[in-house]
């Protein structure tokens, strides 16, 4: 049986990202989000995620490009002189590995963002990580240990598989190797960890080397090539830019017309796909 999941991250970055997701999910076939709790817009994602019970909402844990939840002077290992987390992902990953004291900090401001989700009074139907960052082993650990405390039933595994991928795109065939290839050891010893604990996950995800430029054409392109099992697509819509937008190459408005286009969603309407959600794979798992 082929399952979907389709989810938009970044909701409450902006207030054109959180139109897009709120219209990509009443219009469209977007099941499912990730808020940022720190972000400029977050406020504004929350009101829309209260009217719109149907939409279901994950946290977004944000340790990277971004902004942390606590104040600046209390996780000062975290952050630069701006009070804003690291950009370069291999270089977090390295300190937040083996930077004396760091992972006290790193309890704190995760703990912080769950605190925050939880105050919204929204259900939280999974995690996951800006830039996928829950898959560093001491991030994943935090969030477990957090997450106990949270109700976390669900999380995300970025494993992105070779063949489907490139079937349906035809397109970077070495990114697509390497990506699969590569990260399958930390992926099958993250899936291994989550098992243990209880924790639903995806078996597959689909936009991690098109992420930014998940079109309309390539959507369809990849709803087509969706192996057996629950496949997430997900996505960065918007409305249209905005002067802070980032990745400046982010196709935004390429993704939100993705998610509203007919000929999607009359695909998954026929296509015998069923449309699911976190929610649903951990209570099925019990």
């Known amino acids: 049986m082929r399952q979907l999941i389709v989810t938009a991250d970044d909701f409450g970055l902006s207030t054109a990202v959180n139109e897009a997701i709120e219209r990509g999910h009443r219009e469209g076939i977007l099941s499912t989000t990730s808020l940022m709790v720190a972000a400029p817009a977050t406020p504004d994602a929350v009101e829309r995620a209260r009217r719109t019970p149907t939409l279901h909402v994950g946290l977004h844990v944000v340790l990277v490009n971004g902004r ?113 290839v590569f990260l399958l050891p930390w992926l099958s010893l993250m899936r291994l960890r989550l098992r243990l604990a209880g924790i639903a996950t995806n078996d597959y995800v689909f936009g991690m080397i098109d992420t930014g430029h998940m079109t309309p054409e390539r959507v369809r392109k990849y709803l087509a090539s969706l192996p057996d099992g629950t496949s997430e697509l997900y996505v960065h819509p918007a409305t249209h830019t905005w002067p802070e937008a980032f990745p400046a190459d982010y196709d935004f408005a390429g993704e939100f017309a993705a998610l509203i286009d007919p000929q999607a969603i009359d695909y998954v309407r026929r296509s015998g796909l069923r449309a699911t959600t976190f929610s649903e794979l951990a209570a099925a798992a019990g």
């Open 68 to 180: 942390p939840a606590l104040p600046p002077e209390e996780v000062p290992l975290l952050v630069d002189e701006r009070g804003m987390f690291e950009t370069d992902l291999f270089r977090a990953g390295v300190r937040y590995f083996f930077t004396p004291g760091i992972r006290k900090q790193l309890e704190a401001e995760i703990r912080a963002q769950f605190a925050a989700f939880a105050a919204t009074g929204l259900p939280l139907d999974h995690v996951n990580a800006q830039n996928h960052l829950h898959v560093h082993p001491t991030v994943l650990s935090l969030i477990l240990k957090a997450g106990r405390e949270y109700g976390v039933r669900a999380i995300r595994i970025p494993r992105e598989p070779f063949w489907p991928s490139w079937r349906a795109m035809h397109t970077h065939a070495a990114a697509r190797f390497a990506n699969s």
